[in-house]
């Protein structure tokens, strides 16, 4: 009895001591002594600001104390990930890490090949670009579940930027050149923002943007891939949805192959049934993974069993054999190019940088991990950079693939290791079997894959939230659609900046009121029963106060 006793008593301390304190506003002192801050020299506060800006988390603060040695080996493991978590690494790990390698690799294959139409090069440039750049992102990069590889939206907006500069049917070569050339400098771009720390300018583009751009991104890559599910041989080179329509309508009767139809729209719905199935139940995640490989292998023996390609169905032909040969020499250096590529190179760069950055940050919020930020974008311009010289296009992490080695149980990027060995077997011996594969049915597994990319859930949501994103996101949206990927992109940018411009400009102010029996104040359109204190105005100003917004706070 004499403990139970105690043990209410304690209990009834403890809720007695959680209670709020109270405040006794008779003895509280009148006035107050207001200190000044310790006066600093110019070179001091430019430091303090710079130290604040770039390196505010101090990242050089574990190297202090430690012997050359020490820091040799941290500095290691810093820039090459993989001496860390490869001293852990294990058999269980391993057999992870194989199955989601195989998982992604059976998708990976059959999106390269059609990923390089979008960017009007060669099928095998797909699959080079699924062979190098992933080793080098596994020694590099920091995610446990980002899968490296060419992905729809970079593979068209570099198309369409580089058709602008050179035609890739007449300057087949010179084209060529360029890509190699646009994809070191985003290689370059990605490097130097890691390296100098300059992370946070991606953010300047609105998430409301980037889904809006996305979304049109994605029907416009679905409307350019008509031309093969339809079997049309003349198609427009634009890429706005008029055109496009005004193309696929005006063939109708001439232009399309009933054939490569019945092809392209059966194994779409097999494609979107095994999506759905995928969806419905996250045991069979790899239905989906291994669709777009069945598909191809079916296609291919369909079409070589009855000799379509004779009756008007396009097929891909002859994929060039064998590894990645040198592209060094092919990159310019010099002359009237270099700022076209420069120019194509940042802006592919800075899209390939939001999209892996965001995957990347999405799994590890789930799985628990911290990604640095800065240290992704010094591997992802690393594997681009050497990925220019060994005949690749710029690469970044692909939501679809992630999604799969997420579901397939990946553990360690090994997986991208055991995906680019599938591809670099692909490369060896598989790829004259590809031969009668139907344009049909890569144009398919395009379409199905960037159908996730349209976030309508996403884009309700902005508009319940927030209406000015709406505008950005939808600014971005019809900009891609009925224009272009550039204006879309330009929109997107402009939108973003012209928010930030007056949400610093023109910052929110909210009227202040006392909630009685308290001594908090909060807003009195948000809280009805907050009371004005009699002979005071409390205002509360959401945003810094600058030169640019002073003026305006002071008339409000």
């Not at 107050?32 to 505010?56: C, D, I, M, S």
């Not at 998708?107 to 080793?135: E, N, T, W």
């Not at 029996?517 to 002979?535: F, S």
Request: some cysteine.
């Amino acid at each position: 009895m004499v403990h139970q006793k105690r043990d209410e008593a304690t209990a009834d301390e403890t809720s007695i001591s959680t209670q709020p304190p109270s405040y006794n506003l008779s003895q509280a002192p009148p006035v107050y002594k207001v200190g000044y801050p310790p006066q600093k020299n110019l070179t001091t506060e430019f430091t303090n600001t710079l130290r604040e800006t770039f390196f505010h988390d101090n990242p050089l603060k574990q190297y202090k104390d430690q012997s050359g040695s020490t820091k040799f080996k941290m500095g290691l493991q810093f820039l090459f990930p993989v001496f860390d978590w490869g001293r852990t690494y294990n058999l269980s790990k391993f057999k992870g890490d194989l199955i989601a390698g195989l998982t992604i690799a059976s998708l990976c294959i059959p999106q390269d090949i059609g990923y390089s139409k979008l960017a009007y090069l060669d099928p095998q440039y797909g699959l080079y670009s699924s062979f190098v750049p992933p080793l080098i992102y596994a020694a590099m990069g920091s995610s446990r579940d980002i899968a490296i590889g060419p992905v729809a939206v970079v593979s068209l907006l570099i198309g369409s930027l580089l058709q602008n500069e050179v035609d890739h049917e007449k300057n087949k070569e010179e084209y060529l050149c360029l890509a190699f050339t646009a994809t070191f400098f985003a290689g370059i771009t990605q490097a130097a923002l890691g390296f100098l720390r300059l992370g946070f300018l991606i953010e300047f583009l609105s998430h409301a943007a980037i889904v809006g751009f996305m979304g049109g991104a994605a029907i416009t890559i679905a409307l350019q891939q008509l031309k093969y599910v339809l079997g049309i041989r003349n198609f427009t080179k634009e890429t706005d949805i008029i055109s496009v329509m005004k193309s696929v309508w005006g063939s109708v009767h001439h232009g399309w192959n009933w054939q490569t139809v019945v092809i392209g729209f059966s194994f779409l719905a097999f494609l979107l049934l095994a999506k759905y199935i995928g969806k419905r139940n996250k045991k069979y995640f790899w239905v989906p993974a291994i669709a777009p490989i069945t598909s191809v292998i079916l296609a291919t023996l369909f079409v070589y069993l009855f000799r379509a390609d004779k009756h008007g169905v396009q097929i891909v032909n002859n994929i060039k054999k064998g590894i990645n040969p040198s592209s060094l020499h092919k990159i310019y250096f010099t002359g009237p190019f270099v700022a076209k590529g420069f120019k194509i190179g940042v802006v592919c760069g800075m899209i390939g940088l939001t999209e892996a950055v965001a995957i990347g940050r999405t799994f590890a919020a789930v799985k628990g991990y911290q990604l640095d930020g800065n240290k992704e974008m010094v591997a992802l311009g690393t594997m681009n950079i050497v990925g220019s010289m060994t005949s690749c296009y710029v690469t970044t992490g692909s939501f679809s693939r992630s999604a799969v080695n997420f579901m397939a149980g990946c553990r360690t990027p090994v997986s991208n290791v055991v995906m680019s060995m599938v591809v670099l077997l692909t490369l060896l011996v598989i790829t004259p079997l590809f031969k009668y594969t139907p344009n049909a049915i890569l144009g398919s597994i395009i379409i199905s894959a960037v159908i996730g990319l349209v976030d309508y859930e996403a884009a309700i949501l902005i508009w319940k939230v927030d209406k000015m994103d709406f505008i950005a996101c939808m600014g971005a949206f019809f900009g891609v659609v009925f224009k272009s990927v550039e204006i879309g992109l330009l929109i997107a940018v402009s939108i973003s900046f012209a928010k930030i411009l007056l949400q610093v400009t023109r910052p929110r102010t909210a009227l202040l009121g006392n909630l009685p029996g308290t001594t908090i104040y909060r807003n009195t359109d948000q809280y009805p029963d907050a009371r004005h204190v009699p002979g005071v105005v409390i205002v509360r100003v959401d945003s810094a106060i600058y030169f640019s917004n002073s003026n305006y706070i002071r008339e409000s």
